[in-house]
T-cell receptor
């Protein structure tokens, strides 16, 4: 297994265009997370899936953003009508969650290399 | 609301010990993580604490006090390759990570 992969690695688009990013998690990982990171800041949580179910979305997530994980494997993140403020690194992470004692289960997230979006 | 604070920058000498502090106020708590991030790269996992106390892992140790909302990452025998950003993150009830802004550590010869 080569880890979490993301495509494309870089995307330059014009304001108002739609973009879609793809994340392939580590195989058999049931959880998949999307984060956004801008320069000098820590990653900011956007949304996450357990298998194909989207369990949580950040309140900061605009309705221009939508994510899917149709078969519980890869995921896509789409941004419609991009704005210059959307310029950021979009990080995907996956984890294998679950255990006999859930309270002691820790959810180590493995991050992909990210997709750097530049909106002109 | 979520509030995670850590120093913006730190400098230390090769071979020395450095402690990076993190304080947090969050509405849910499922553990505290430390990640390392080199410039232009993805974060990589360093440590996890959910119970109070010290977790040691080679040159890296992490401490947690839940009652004080406080953690620190201790790096021993610093190497030049340890120059990176160190991110403190708290896992909420749904395990989504809330990250601090990161501490940029510069290791000098």
């Amino acid at each position: 297994d080569t880890g979490v992969s993301q495509n494309p690695r870089h995307k330059i688009t014009k304001r108002g265009q739609n973009v879609t990013f793809r994340c392939d998690p580590i195989s058999e990982h049931n959880r998949l997370y999307w984060y956004r990171q801008t320069l000098g800041q820590g990653p900011e949580f956007l949304t996450y899936f357990q298998n194909e179910a989207q369990l949580e979305k950040s309140r900061l997530l605009s309705d221009r953003f939508s994510a899917e994980r149709p078969k519980g494997s890869f995921s896509t993140l789409e941004i419609q009508r991009t704005e210059q403020g959307d310029s950021a690194m979009y990080l995907c992470a996956s984890s294998l969650f679950g255990g006999l004692a859930e309270i002691l289960t820790w959810d180590e997230q493995f991050f992909g290399p990210g997709t750097r979006l530049t909106v002109l | 609301g979520q509030n995670i604070d850590q120093p913006t920058e730190m400098t230390a000498t090769e071979g020395a010990i450095v402690q990076i502090n993190c304080t947090y106020q969050t509405s849910g708590f499922n553990g505290l993580f430390w990640y390392q991030q080199h410039a232009g790269e993805a974060p990589t996992f360093l440590s996890y604490n959910v119970l109070d106390g010290l977790e040691e892992k080679g040159r890296f140790s992490s401490f947690l006090s839940r009652s004080k909302g406080y953690s620190y990452l201790l790096l021993k025998e610093l190497q030049m390759k340890d120059s990176a950003s160190y991110l403190c993150a708290v896992a909420q009830s749904g395990y989504a990570l809330n990250f601090g802004k990161g501490t940029s550590l510069l290791v000098t010869p």
